[in-house]
């Protein structure tokens, strides 16, 4: 590259190749705005501030570990047991407040112990080549049962109002929402910005290329799932600090829940592309809809059913573009 | 001849034989309830449902392929079996027979997406896994359905002979399915299909019809494991089967079938299923709850892949 | 002249076939140096090794002077070294820039990716391969094959290569743009890279490369500049014996029409494809790869069933939508990619013979073992096969033998028309002598056999009729007699009968792009 090179203009990204890279995420954010119009037509309480923010604030660790899928996800890989982990790490947060150690403790600490299951996890898938969606089968039962055995159901509550950080305000709005979107941007600056971020990318869409081109996969995919095991320990946490007791259990099937998030938002199953900003916001249409069944006076038990159908559509579009790519 | 293939076949089952053998000694020897006709009988009982759908999900897996949805697709006939029979007011005969179509028809669901719409097995099922559930809760509200007769309940609680009747019932599926995948050209083909799919396709073999009939069996086999079960507890919910596909999968996986596809027997599934019912009871007999049990559970299947790899690095 | 590249001695085998023995060349800066050989001949495994893909077994490689041993693709590209491979190792989803600059991407001062300099960079990357007309902006997955190449060497290129190995670069494209790849390798060796260029087409050779050097079964033959070679000259170096003693065809009077195909077309890649096939004859199919040959073998097969015309067995209009009607209407095929389409490579030979009629052998859906037992003893002594037995495993057999086993298969669902596709590649000469001699025998008991072969001299040896394939549709159709390397080589290039494809009139190559 000569010095008259880099000063050659170069062509703006047309509009046609943003929306080419980012047309997932626009469609959600135009059904989420739409889902919103529609409901608040047929209830206007919908829109109310109180329930605006309470969406977002019992749903952002669904966003945060949805991030951390969405990298498990475009490496190539699955982890059906992060539910189950978001329950442990949690109940150990709590139960460190509960029993007076220093509070920076019990919120890093089962950040970090989130990092090291995971950690072992991404071995497992790497270097043992087990594949990944039979690693977290079996880590999902050792870590619900785990739960149960040793809790026996308890909730935890007396919980010390210094630890409780999903709580805290900022400008009247939780801080658990400011955490959502600071990690989200974060989260995808550095995907698209940094050297192993874009690995991440390769890695899931060429595995051969990606190992011809020198890029060392199994010591990424162990990181990729380290880095998961972090965001669901930020996750772990906020779960662990919305309510004034912390549940013994895990809302049934959350691994699921932050599986559409990434795959509804746009990371496709077959790993290679897909952004975190798509999984968050995807993330915010399900609890919109969640919410929505509420206020149209639905039962909220078709839920489920609706997470089916839209994991099911978004696959089979899915499946749909890349045939006739 | 013979001997190379029954050498080859046999090697894993062995392992798993002996491991059988030594298993049963130990349990014997901590806890006198074990050995015991009651308890052995009782334990048959219990692992009759899982043991029918890990029937198909053997084919399903040697072709490489997996099935998640198989506990969604439980509690959605187990809910349907009340609805049906309650709410529709069909004779009980008929609503069960109608709940283990659904269950049919759902399998081909799966079939359908997996081969026309080429979606990888784990991901169509891990979706349909939320759809079914999804249905199941949103019919049922969380109502369950009570009051069935006397004579439903001779299917899960009865005995015939002596032998608890639905263990009658898997021991019969349990010969049909090894008959069919070890004799016929259907097991053939579907060792084909897991090996090697696209010569497999190249050579004539009608490779979607297969796997459209595999899942659909998949679907029927977990219809009919519901009814037995619904039979056996005598009321129905919407959160059953819940956590099914892992105890189906270990079975499979411990019996040496391949998770990437091309080898494995029913016989090695029908030792994994006993191995995996003897270590649960013996843990129950120890004073281990369930929710401990599901924690060894899970470990059994990331280690029984991890000796396969090792297995099958020395051998072939 | 200092060497860019010396290669001296390399040996190197695969379990216990030694696929190269002791070769030696070298490559000068500014230079393009042709790398030419049959299939099976070592060309593959000797750019690997030069590619630090794998490690020679002995011998030595010296790049500018310096014995180097690579242990990694990667260690190769930092001295100097790219590669241009067959398959395209590209990445679908990621752009054009982020693909050119991948494990290598220009940053920022804080350590960050620097969009803006790699979507420069690649800019001009591409306009110095003279071509303008690619965005950097757009995703890899959604070009064509022939710009998807452009981004290949524009990698080259971005890692500042002093040598530049193409495997098969024109394998897939038309014409058009095979000609301007071709000025782009000008350009290149005009900046004083050195270029080991592997291609089967000898046209392009004469007209690209300063020299060749020539490999056949793993040995070094011999090199020359192109000025003092010819065609034939050089086939007779890849071959290794005039042609006559290894194509026992033998002479047969051709029976009665059983398969017709009229206006066949699939999609853009099978155009309006009309012949005839008759009992007892051979008849070859010519062309470059990527020219449709094995398309139109794959539509008559049923894998990619045809989108309009006809055709016809015993004059009967047929429909085939899938290869079990293939089947039954006694049409076989035996592929390209053995390994791949043709064998269950873990299972044994009884299983693999028995594949393709396990509905014949069996009663009541049970698999009569003896009788695949039987065939399976049968098909081995019938075909030579070597093996130990009819319970091993097929992939430890040699590839002439795996070849015997697909041809087994499908002789055993009693055929009536045989395709074969590429029936010899990667395999040994003696074992390539045997398939013939099974081809021939088979047309004598009346089978109608289509051969699909890049090989030429084996096309011209083994058919009783050649046809020749170009962008989808048959260009020429040559009697025995008439099927000279010439005649047909032209056909297949389009070049003027007797000219290299540098002096052809525009006029006549830009009617051939399709």
Known sequence: MTAETMTRPIPIRRWKSVFEAYGQEIVILGVIVLLCIGVWLYNPRFLGANNFLSIFHSNAYIAIAAIGMSLVIISGNIDVSVGSLIGVLGTIAGTMAVNGYPIIFCWLVPILIGMAINAGVGFLVAYVKIPSIVVTLGMLSILKGGLISVTGGAWISNLPPAFMIAQFRLFGIPSSVYFMVVLTVLAALWMKYSVFGRTVYAIGGNPEAARVSGIRIQPSIVGVFTIHGMFAGIAAVLFATQLQVIQSTVPPNLELTVITASVVGGVSILGGTGTVIGSTLAAILFAAIGSSLVFLNVSAYWLRAVQGLMILATVLADMARRRRI | MATMVMNRVLRHESILGVLLVAALFVLSAQSEHFWTADNLLNQGRLMAEVGLIALPMTFVIVTGGIDLSVGSIFGLSAILLGVFWQNMGMPLPVAMLAAILVGAVAGLGNGFIITRFKVPPLIATLATLALYRGLAEGISQARSVRGYPEWFFQLGQGEVLGVPTQLWLLIVCFAIAAFILGMTTFGRTTYAIGSNEVAARFSGLKVDRAKLLIYGASGLISGLAAVIFVSRVSTTRSDMGTGYELDVITAVVLGGTSIFGGRGTIIGTGLGLILMQALKNGLALSGVKGDGTIVVIGAVLIAAILVGNLLSRDGD | ?514
């Open chain 3, 1 to 514: 002249m200092n060497n860019l590249l010396e290669v001296s001695g390399v040996s190197k085998s695969f379990g216990p076939v030694k696929v190269l023995k002791g070769i030696s060349f070298d490559v000068r800066p500014g230079e393009v140096h042709a790398l030419l050989g049959e299939n099976g001949a070592g060309k593959s495994t000797l750019i690997k090794i030069v590619a630090g893909v794998i490690l020679p077994d002995e011998g030595e490689v010296r790049l500018e002077g310096k014995a180097v041993r690579f242990s990694s693709p990667r260690e190769a590209a930092a001295h100097g070294i790219a590669t241009v491979y067959q398959e395209l190792l590209l990445f679908p989803d990621l752009t054009v820039a982020e693909n050119i600059y991948l494990g290598h991407a220009p940053k920022t001062r804080w350590g960050t990716l620097d969009w803006n300099a790699m979507r420069a960079g690649a800019r001009a990357l591409l306009d110095a391969l003279d071509s303008p007309d690619l965005d950097v902006d757009t995703p890899v997955g959604k070009l064509s094959v022939a710009n998807r190449q452009r981004v290949e060497i524009a990698k080259a290129l971005s890692q500042n290569a002093k040598l530049v190995i193409m495997d098969e670069p024109t394998a897939a494209l038309a014409d058009a743009d095979a000609r301007k790849l071709m000025e782009v390798v000008k350009r290149l060796r005009d900046r004083g890279v050195g270029i080991i260029y592997v291609s089967h087409r000898l046209p392009e050779i004469f007209a690209l490369a300063d020299r060749v050097t020539v490999l056949r079964d793993g040995t070094y033959v011999g090199t020359r500049p192109i000025g003092e070679v010819s065609e034939s000259d050089l086939v007779s170096m890849m071959v290794g014996r005039a042609i006559d003693h290894l194509f026992p065809k033998a002479e047969t009077t051709p029976g009665e029409t059983v398969l017709e195909v009229k206006n066949l077309c699939y999609r853009n890649v099978v155009k309006d494809i009309s012949f005839t096939l008759r009992a007892g004859e051979i008849v070859g199919i010519a062309g470059l790869v990527g020219s449709g040959r094995t398309e139109t073998a794959l539509t008559i097969f049923g894998i990619t069933p045809a989108t309009s015309g006809e055709i016809r067995i015993d004059g009967k209009p047929v429909t085939i939508s899938s290869p079990d009607d293939a089947r039954r209407l006694k049409i076989a095929y035996v592929p390209e990619d053995r390994g791949l389409q043709g064998l269950i490579r873990p299972q044994t030979v009884r299983e693999n013979v028995s594949l393709a009629i396990l509905d014949r052998i069996a009663k009541a859906f049970v698999v009569d073992r003896s009788r695949e037992g039987s065939l399976a003893r049968q098909a081995i002594e019938r075909f030579g096969i070597r093996t130990r037995g009819p319970e091993q495993r097929v992939k430890q057999l040699s590839g002439g033998n795996q070849q015997k086993v697909v041809l087994a298969k499908w002789v055993a669902t009693e055929p009536r028309v045989l395709i074969m596709d590429e029936p010899t590649r990667g395999i040994d000469v003696g074992a390539k002598a045997e398939i013939h001699a099974l081809m021939s025998r088979l047309a004598g008991q009346g089978l109608a056999v289509l051969m699909i072969s890049s090989e030429l001299p084996e096309v011209l040896g083994m058919s009783d009729r050649v046809l020749v394939m170009r962008g989808g549709r048959i260009v020429g159709e040559f009697d025995h007699k008439d099927a000279t390397p010439d005649a047909v080589g032209a056909a297949m290039t389009a070049a003027k009968l007797g000219a290299s494809l540098e002096s052809a009139p525009p006029g006549l190559t830009g009617a051939a792009a399709s």
